[in-house]
């Protein structure tokens, strides 16, 4: 049997599939970017400069490697529901703290948050499960 919307797999969940793999993709992009030209970055977005850059790189690294745990519930949100819940949380974690920073640096909570309120809203709508 075919798999996705041929078998009828409900929209909210292929449009929340599509939207973590659009935000894996755009995680890895700013990441890797960010990783390889963080002054260059930095200076872009008209942040002030860090010392030394070991710290902006290994903020970097660590968005990449949280985007890497995203990837089951791009997958299979639905029997990896758990994981699509915290990756949502996540989000929210980072719209959060970027707001409370506040200044420039809220530019990353938003990023976080175009990608975390639809996929709320979406996760919102998923099916019910009896024994979930």
Not at 97 to 117: A, H, K, N, S, T
Request: hydrophobic share 55%.
């Amino acid at each position: 049997m075919a798999s996705g919307a041929a078998s009828g797999e409900n929209k909210s969940v292929i449009w929340f599939r599509r939207l973590m793999w659009f935000g894996i993709l755009g995680n890895f992009a700013v990441g890797g970017i960010s990783l390889a030209f963080p002054e260059q970055v930095l200076e872009f977005l008209k942040l002030p400069p860090a010392t030394p850059l070991v710290w902006p790189r290994f903020a970097c690294f660590l968005l990449i490697l949280m985007s890497l745990f995203y990837i089951a519930a791009a997958k299979d949100p639905v029997r990896n529901n758990y994981v699509a819940k915290m990756a949502v949380l996540a989000r929210f974690g980072g719209v959060l703290f970027f707001g409370l920073v506040g200044g420039r640096y809220i530019l990353f909570g938003l990023y976080d948050f175009v990608f975390g309120l639809p996929q709320a809203l979406l996760l919102m709508r998923f099916p019910r499960h009896d024994g979930d």
